[in-house]
């Protein structure tokens, strides 16, 4: 565990915070994805896979749960909450998520680190999963960008959230540098790149976030 | 190389 790799998962947790405190607090969910959080918690299902097969530490085991159940958590509040399930706006998010998961899969299919498709095994599938995983934790945040752009006046708890989630995945891209120049053979190209694709995403709303931080006006993203 | 070493992040 480096610095790096700890803030990005304190940044990480911090974002998954600040929404459930939206949704919790002032029982709305006005300007957010559902599709992008039903994304996640997808996500974190195929990734999680081996949480009760392989136990890595206390602290592994205990994030995989608040990520797992936080993410579960959100979808049935946006779904089945009687108050907040008024304030998504489903006519505003309309990406469909399997255009996204599809190409995903086949992917991961395709490139993984095992390769080899001979060996169907328990351990090839976890490794297709959890490769599905970070493919489409990569692209996961585009329905949300795109209601964004959609939505004119992005509140602030909105804007944080989507900010904590970019920076995470950031902090992480160091994280990656910092073990491949102090650990032996730590390459992960697929996790680099699929890292790399995902903090990319969020290149144009950094920008935006950044003025709107920096001239002190309410976010907003160009149509 | 098995499945816990390539996974030991979130």
């Known amino acids: ?27 709305s969910c006005a300007g957010i994805s559902l599709k992008t959080q039903e994304l ?55 990406f469909r998520p399997y255009i996204l998961m599809l190409p995903c899969l086949i ?35 585009l329905p949300q960008l795109v209601m964004l752009q959609r939505t004119r006046n992005i509140d602030n708890l909105t804007g944080q959230y989507v900010f ?10 160091l994280n990656w540098i910092y073990r491949y120049f102090t650990e032996e053979h ?3 190209w697929i996790t680099w790149i699929s890292g790399l694709v995902q903090t990319l995403l969020y290149a144009d709303f950094f920008y935006y976030y950044f003025q709107s931080w920096k001239n002190n006006v309410k976010l907003q993203l160009p149509a | 190389r098995d499945y816990i070493d390539d996974h030991d992040e979130l």
Do not use: C
Not at chain 1, 123 to 133: A, D, G, R
Not at chain 1, 164 to 173: E, H, P, Q, T, W
């Open chain 1, 1 to 27: 565990m480096n610095i790096f790799r700890l803030a990005g998962d304190m940044t990480h947790l911090l974002s998954v915070l600040v929404l459930l405190l939206k949704i919790h607090t002032i029982k």
């Open chain 1, 40 to 94: 996640y918690a997808v996500v974190f299902a195929t990734r999680y896979l081996d949480i009760f097969t392989s136990y890595i530490s206390p602290y592994n085991t205990m994030m995989k749960l608040i990520f797992l159940g936080s993410s579960f958590s959100i979808v049935w509040y946006m779904r089945y909450h009687k108050i907040v399930r008024r304030s998504y706006d489903k006519d505003q998010d309309t």
């Open chain 1, 107 to 141: 992917l991961a299919l395709l490139i993984n680190e095992k390769f080899t498709f001979k060996e169907i095994s328990t351990s090839f599938f976890l490794f297709v999963m959890w490769t599905f995983s970070l493919y489409l934790e990569a692209v996961a945040i």
């Open chain 1, 164 to 173: 904590l989630l970019g920076a995470y995945r950031a902090l992480y891209i």
């Open chain 1, 186 to 188: 730590f390459v992960h």
